[in-house]
């Protein structure tokens, strides 16, 4: 089970921090995403990281913005988001996979077997 949490409201510039925690962890290595989806779009990728390596997959919407990271120890892993503007208005979900390669991270949304419920952002101007 993947519980989200952090979303919330608001304004244009500011940041949240997303917390997800898997109670339990589902895989030994692997990696953890996030994605989410926006009013009116499909479910899209942001970042990805993976367990054991650290190893980070960012999408070109999360570079120089947003921060994936991981604490092994409490099984959670955390997407710091700064300088947020509206269109990153989005529900936003936390993902967990068996995957990895050498290069890069899974990215897309079938390659992930379990998701959690999701937490809302709501970026105003």
């Known amino acids: 089970r993947l519980v989200e949490s952090g979303g919330g409201y608001v304004q244009t510039g500011g940041s949240l921090r997303l917390s997800c925690t898997a109670f339990?962890?589902?895989?030994?290595?692997?990696?953890m995403a996030w994605f989410r989806r926006a009013p009116g779009k499909e479910r899209e990728f942001v970042a990805a990281?993976?367990?054991?390596?650290?190893?980070?997959y960012e999408d070109p919407v999360a570079k120089g913005r947003f921060t994936i990271s991981s604490d092994n120890a409490k099984n959670t892993v955390y997407l710091q988001m700064n300088s947020l503007k509206v269109e990153d208005t989005a529900v936003y979900y936390c993902?967990?996979?068996?995957?990895?390669?050498?290069?890069?991270?899974?990215?897309?949304?079938?390659?992930?077997?379990?998701w959690g419920q999701g937490t809302q952002v709501i970026v105003s101007s």
């Open positions: 990281i993976e367990w054991n390596a650290g190893q980070i």
């Open positions: 339990p962890r589902a895989f030994d290595d692997g990696a």
């Open positions: 993902a967990a996979t068996d995957r990895v390669y050498k290069d890069y991270l899974p990215w897309a949304l079938e390659e992930y077997y379990f």
